[in-house]
């Protein structure tokens, strides 16, 4: 069946917007606590890092965060990144940091610290307030910037990598749209870098979606309702960005440092864990297609304009694989060849 045949009969299936995919037993399992925990607006964010950033750390010239997929797994996404730094020679100045975005019913089987903060199912993806204080998923990754901008804490500091994957990768694009921190980082001297690896979709400026002809056309918003929303498109944005005019938002997303890191082999539509809601199958039938199409939607409409996509041959669907290949190395750490 074609992807846009699928796009078509998933249209049909769905109302005013995309329904929530059926948990598999690892999104139902809670995930193993991080260690550590980041205060930001009256709750607590765990997270993993490689050293204590209480103290000044004038070592440190590079900060990498990843952020996890939807298992909210951020330790082992922690020890792929710091097995990837290995590889890149990168430990010695390096501060690597694994922020989790946990769900409200985690708190029934791991004991929290009070205060912990957990948002509804994958809402923190889109920006959504937490359930325990209120907090936007997109504020905590910028009180992590405002914290790596303290020149007390990281005299040295000159690059910042945000990286997410998969469910993380929906987050990371969302939040380089929104988000106003590499601009005031770029004043002091830091230049930051987000790397989107393999999300399930992404979110477009305008109506405009891939055709399997080629080239770009209107999608069908009666058929898929949902298609042009926000997290795949830009109506109905959250209460924070929603004064803010599209065209704005466009060119500070293109002004951005984005890389997009995608995995050569994962291009199975039926992998357990893609979104299959009629909004996503309109950007194309599988990660690496939606990642292609995406990046050459931005540069349809700049003309000039460059998308670097990195491509990893041969790696699917797996975060710490594609975090440790030459193309991952590249993205992250600015070291070695990547052969796309």
């Not at 730094?85 to 409200?104: C, E, H, K, S, Y």
């Not at 987050?171 to 770029?186: C, D, H, K, N, Y």
């Not at 700049?302 to 594609?322: F, K, S």
């Amino acid at each position: 069946m074609s992807w846009l045949r699928r796009a078509v009969i998933a249209g049909v299936l769905v109302t005013a917007a995309a329904l929530p995919a059926r948990l598999d037993a690892r999104e139902r399992a809670a995930p193993e606590l991080a260690p550590e925990q980041m205060r930001i607006a009256g709750g607590l964010l765990p997270l993993a890092i490689s050293a204590d950033w209480s103290r000044p750390l004038p070592a440190i010239t590079r900060a990498v965060i990843i952020v996890h997929g939807k298992n909210r797994d951020a330790v082992p996404y922690f020890q792929s990144l710091q097995a990837a730094a290995q590889d890149a020679a990168a430990t010695a100045d390096t501060l690597l940091i694994a922020p989790q975005f946990l769900r409200g019913h985690d708190e029934r089987q791991i004991d929290l610290p009070p205060g912990t903060l957990t948002w509804r199912g994958n809402d923190w993806m889109d920006d959504a307030p937490d359930e325990t204080a209120g907090v936007a998923s997109f504020v905590a990754l910028d009180a992590i910037l405002a914290r790596l901008a303290d020149r007390v804490l990281f005299p040295h500091l000159t690059r910042i990598v945000v990286a997410g994957h998969s469910g993380g990768a929906q987050m990371v694009q969302r939040f380089a749209i929104v988000t106003t921190s590499p601009e005031t980082l770029s004043k002091a001297g830091v230049a930051v870098r987000f790397v989107v690896a393999d999300p399930s979709s992404y979110a477009y400026f305008d109506e405009a979606r891939p055709v399997t002809t080629g080239g770009f056309a209107a999608a069908d918003t009666a058929m898929c309702p949902a298609v042009n929303r926000w997290k795949y498109g830009m109506a109905d944005r959250p209460p924070a960005i929603a004064s803010l005019d599209v065209p704005a938002l466009e060119r500070r997303y293109i002004q951005h440092d984005v890389t997009m890191l995608l995995g050569g082999a994962d291009d199975d539509p039926d992998q357990a864990a893609l979104d299959t809601s009629c909004a996503a199958e309109a950007q194309g039938p599988d990660r690496l297609a939606r990642g292609r199409h995406f990046a050459a939607y931005l540069e349809a409409r700049h003309p000039g304009l460059t998308i670097p996509v990195l491509i990893a041959p041969g790696v699917g669907h797996e975060g710490g694989a594609l975090l440790r290949s030459s193309c991952g190395l590249k993205a992250l750490f600015s070291v070695g060849r990547c052969p796309d």
